[in-house]
T-cell receptor, first 113, second 117 residues
Framework: KQEVTQIPAALSVPEGENLVLNCSFT??????LQWFRQDPGKGLTSLLL?????REQTSGRLNASLDKSSGRSTLYIAASQPGDSATYLC????????????FGTGTRLTVIP | NAGVTQTPKFRVLKTGQSMTLLCAQD?????MYWYRQDPGMGLRLIHY???????AKGEVPDGYNVSRLKKQNFLLGLESAAPSQTSVYFC????????????????FGAGTRLSVL
């Protein structure tokens, strides 16, 4: 069964700092990996999707990388802002089984003004 | 542009009561999903649907039933609620790109917070 792990569970950084969030998964047979943002009491917002054939995706200050063979992904956030404070979830779509995503437990990010 | 809408947002039930959670999407998506989110655990799939009139079990289906009578709606039912079903429930939907499964982005609703006493 696919297992997804995110480290650290929580992270606090001062405003303006660059930071990296980590995600690892146990089975490299995936279609894609997605990074989501979740605000307290809110739903999930898709930030970036990396297909299995891709190495990275960029959107604004966000850059996500994927190393499928080693089962790792990173989300890089440049010049962090207080508005970036949220929980960040990564999820993988396996190539077998149900059409669902397997989620990590998330990293809670706090950007201190 | 509503996207994925879940009702209700909050609900408190007593053990043994029944209820239905409604998910509606206006993006004409084929696929719809119900997940639950519990503290310290990632979201887990309960049931999903690949089209109108079809449903399938996910990772944690016990105690739940679903129906997809209309393409835009996906209902999650609890026939006899138990305290273990206290959770936040998320609905999601996605389109299908034939031959491009890798681009299947899921769009999520805001969630339903359910407490079973």
């Amino acid at each position: 069964k696919q297992e997804v792990t995110q480290i650290p569970a929580a992270l606090s950084v001062p405003e303006g700092e660059n930071l990296v969030l980590n995600c690892s998964f146990t089975d490299s047979a995936i279609y894609n990996l997605q990074w989501f943002r979740q605000d307290p009491g809110k739903g999930l917002t898709s930030l970036l999707l990396i297909q299995s054939s891709q190495r990275e995706q960029t959107s604004g200050r966000l850059n996500a990388s994927l190393d499928k063979s080693s089962g790792r992904s990173t989300l890089y956030i440049a010049a962090s802002q207080p508005g970036d404070s949220a929980t960040y979830l990564c999820a993988v779509r396996p190539q077998t089984g149900a059409n669902n995503l397997f989620f990590g437990t998330g990293t809670r990010l706090t950007v201190i003004p | 542009n509503a996207g994925v809408t879940q009702t209700p947002k909050f609900r408190v039930l007593k053990t043994g009561q029944s209820m239905t959670l409604l998910c509606a999407q206006d993006m004409n998506h084929e696929y719809m999903y119900w997940y639950r989110q519990d503290p310290g655990m990632g979201l887990r799939l309960i049931h999903y649907s690949v089209g109108e009139g079809t449903t399938a079990k996910g990772e944690v289906p016990d105690g739940y039933n679903v129906s997809r009578l209309k393409k835009q709606n996906f209902l999650l039912g609890l026939e006899s609620a138990a305290p273990s079903q206290t959770s936040v429930y998320f609905c999601a939907s996605s389109y299908v790109l034939v031959g491009l499964v890798g681009k299947n982005i899921q769009y999520f609703g805001a969630g339903t917070r359910l407490s079973v006493l």
